[in-house]
């Protein structure tokens, strides 16, 4: 079921994010059978129900069973996070995903691991296409990105189901435990599970797969504008000379874009897009404030430097 060729070689370590339903422990469960990496099992607990002690439980049992089968795990770490009500849920991803990047550099794991799935994945591509996508959200999730200089994020289970996980799990008798928000109609990716895709499947049968395939022809697309990008993309570490980025087309000079976003861990959406390419083709000397960072156009290009201020988001003279 691991889609090996995503992985790193055999004895590297890896760090594996576990929340403790069924998807992630099926995929922790497969790569201990497989004990073919150090692993590192990692679980946040956001605050954001009160039942996330069952998820803990979960993991503990599942680690009690490894060490009775002799599946070893390198360790088990559980941590917690309260956030604010405002955001919670980006707020969440944000903080997740920095801390599996400081965790991966401690144990010098190249890669770290998350059970999405292709049903994750239809429900994003067409959560991105009700948003109106461009070509990064018609590709949905990455098959692998990266965190960090050196440290992949990396979907190993993307080509499999929810059935197919579900199958696994029964068969092994795994532990689990279902959020307790995953059944509320409130959430907006929960209305596209329950309630969207089934009816477009129903109606239209082959959605899904239409869906999977559209993502697939968007990667692959992004994959020659990443070759394109390679070769004029120069950045210091405090600024990127945009020459020969300027000169490019549109969706070239987008993708840039994008690309420093994630470097800057800013906001992946239009509305950043739009400044930067404001930035980058307006006057010298304006700046962009947003994220903790002050982005400048200068003589060269963009340069960046901590905001000392509260991030305003906006344009500074």
Not at 175 to 180: G, I, L, N, T, V
Not at 266 to 290: K, N, V, Y
């Amino acid at each position: 079921m691991l889609d090996l060729r995503l992985l790193p070689p055999a004895g590297s370590p890896l760090v594996v994010a576990v929340s403790g339903g069924r998807d992630s422990m099926v995929l922790w469960d497969l790569l201990a059978l497989a004990g073919t990496w150090p692993l590192t099992v990692w679980h946040l607990d956001h605050g954001l129900r009160p039942d996330t002690i069952a998820d803990a439980d979960a993991i503990r049992a599942l680690a009690r069973r490894h060490v009775e089968e002799g599946l070893a795990t390198v360790r088990v770490m559980m941590e917690s996070v309260v956030l604010g009500e405002v955001g919670a849920e980006a707020a969440g991803r944000r903080h997740r995903y920095r801390r599996l990047t400081a965790i991966a550099g401690q144990v010098h794991a190249p890669a770290v691991v998350t059970a999405h799935h292709q049903d994750d994945q239809a429900e994003t591509v067409l959560l991105n296409l009700l948003r109106g996508a461009d070509l990064t959200g018609r590709a949905g999730i990455a098959p692998r990105r990266p965190l960090a200089n050196g440290i992949d994020l990396v979907r190993p289970l993307l080509d499999q189901s929810r059935a197919c996980l579900a199958a696994h799990a029964h068969r092994r008798g795994l532990p689990w435990h279902e959020d307790s928000t995953n059944g509320d109609p409130s959430w907006e990716r929960n209305r596209i599970r329950l309630q969207v895709l089934p009816t477009l499947e129903q109606g239209v049968p082959g959605t899904t797969q239409t869906l999977l395939a559209l993502a697939k022809a968007a990667q692959q697309q992004l994959a020659v504008l990443d070759r394109a990008l390679d070769d004029v993309w120069h950045p210091t570490s405090k600024g990127l000379p945009l020459g020969p980025i300027l000169g490019a087309e549109a969706e070239l000079r987008s993708h840039a874009w994008r690309r420093l976003i994630r470097r800057l861990d800013l906001t992946a959406d239009q509305r950043t897009i739009a400044a930067l390419e404001t930035l980058a083709t307006g006057p010298l000397g304006r700046a962009w404030a947003g994220g903790g960072w002050r982005i400048q156009r200068d003589r060269t290009g963009l340069s960046w430097a901590p905001e000392r201020r509260r991030p305003l988001g906006g344009y500074q003279s």
